[in-house]
């Protein structure tokens, strides 16, 4: 559904900051550069003509790149923070699909002219994803952190424990309150990971798979409903659920990011008698079957409860099979599971991740309280984003 380059810009941006202002400037824009400090703009190549270039920004704006005659062109390698690896190539050489951050200053109209072009191939930048898919099926794990201790998470996977062992080197991401697009991410620490989040981690594993060295964590706190549909309003993109944990009436909003998706009444059954069975029930429901993405791992992630709380199992790693719908297929009265973000702590606002209908018989297994199959914020299918169809790399 999306096309994930989050990798690519904290790259891009980063080999900006290694360089500083005029590092690799033509002499002729230096005195300019100290006249009015340098602007810069980064996104995708969507038109190219001549020395014009039509870049849409990562902001959402079409800018209009206007590159003079000996204005240096460099392209770097997918990951790479080092310029002094770049090589310089012809503009001629930039393609549509091509990443690029230029720095330079902004006219009147809006348009930019360019005195420095950064370029990362799209070609290699697919090639990169796709190795990093690979890695992070062989060697991710993730869950809900239940513990923290010094550098060391806790990271439960329904009834599994893993043992996570972050160092210096381990690089952090960090999820904000509104999107679990990877590119929307930013650098985080360890001390910003609480009792309750979702983590994703990537790293060596024991032998027996319950201890991970991380060299790199994906973090992010999320709300995870189950309840019936009180009020629905399809043309407004909304609708209210009454929490079976909290019996808070919740307001969500649908938007063109939510995963819909539809049980069968086989597969809720099936399910139901899982949930019935207890541990037993919610560890196969849980088995960590890695289904080929760089995302965080719909087999092997447990999504929070509302309050931090957890149930045993994941749903999350059949999603991406399910058939789609709509919020127009729903109807008041329906039984749904939803993962969404809060517009703000403690907000009874909220905005769907992923909504689950068809979960009548699972929610009647355990009518006391918290399900015992929840689902996760990021759900990947047979191999892409958020909406079971992206391409690319790094978690969502």
Same mark, same amino acid.
């Given at each position: 559904m999306r096309t994930r380059t989050g990798f690519c810009t904290v790259s891009l941006v980063a080999a900006l900051a290694l360089v500083g202002g005029a590092t690799i400037q033509p002499r002729a824009s230096r005195a300019q550069t100290a006249a009015a400090p340098a602007t810069r703009q980064i996104g995708t190549v969507k038109t190219v003509s001549g020395n014009a270039l039509t870049l849409a920004a990562d902001g959402g704006a079409q800018v209009s790149v206007t590159v003079a005659e000996g204005v240096r062109v460099l392209q770097l390698a997918p990951g790479s923070t080092d310029l002094k690896s770049a090589q310089p190539i012809a503009l001629g050489d930039v393609s549509v699909g091509d990443r690029i951050l230029v720095t330079g200053k902004s006219a009147d109209d809006g348009s930019f002219e360019a005195n420095r072009v950064i370029l990362m191939k799209s070609s290699d930048i697919a090639q990169k994803n796709a190795t990093e898919q690979t890695d992070w099926q062989r060697r991710g794990s993730g869950g809900l952190v239940s513990a923290i201790g010094g550098a060391n998470l806790t990271v439960s996977a329904g009834a599994r424990k893993i043992q996570v062992e972050t160092t210096s080197a381990t690089k952090f991401r960090r999820y904000g309150s509104d999107s679990v697009k990877f590119e929307d991410t930013k650098p985080g620490t360890l001390d910003q990971i609480q009792v309750g989040d979702q983590v994703r981690v990537r790293g060596d594993k024991s032998e027996d798979g319950l201890t991970i060295k991380a060299e790199e964590i994906v973090s992010g706190s999320f709300k995870n409903l189950a309840g019936t549909i009180a009020t629905l309003n399809a043309a407004g993109g909304s609708l209210t659920l009454k929490d079976l944990t909290t019996k808070k009436t919740m307001t969500v909003s649908i938007t063109s990011n939510s995963d819909l998706r539809k049980l069968p009444p086989e597969m809720a059954a099936r399910l139901a008698a899982r949930a019935r069975g207890g541990a037993a029930g919610a560890q196969t429901a849980n088995s960590p079957r890695p289904t080929g993405s760089a995302s965080p791992s719909a087999a092997d992630t447990s999504a929070p409860r509302s309050g931090g709380r957890s149930g045993g199992g994941d749903l999350s790693q059949m999603i991406g099979r399910l058939p789609t719908e709509t919020l127009a297929d729903l109807k008041s009265g329906e039984a749904v599971m939803? @993962? &969404?973000?809060?517009?703000? %702590?403690?907000?009874?606002?909220?905005? #769907? @991740?992923?909504?689950?209908?068809? @979960?009548?018989?699972?929610? &009647? &297994?355990? %009518?006391?309280?918290? %399900?015992?199959?929840?689902?996760? %914020?990021?759900? @990947?299918?047979?191999?892409?984003?958020?909406? #079971?169809?992206? &391409?690319?790399?790094?978690?969502?």
């Open positions: 939803i @993962v &969404a973000t809060e517009s703000a %702590p403690g907000s009874d606002k909220l905005t #769907a @991740v992923t909504m689950l209908s068809g @979960v009548e018989p699972i929610l &009647a &297994a355990t %009518p006391s309280g918290s %399900p015992a199959l929840t689902l996760s %914020p990021w759900n @990947v299918g047979g191999g892409g984003g958020s909406g #079971a169809e992206g &391409a690319g790399s790094g978690p969502q």
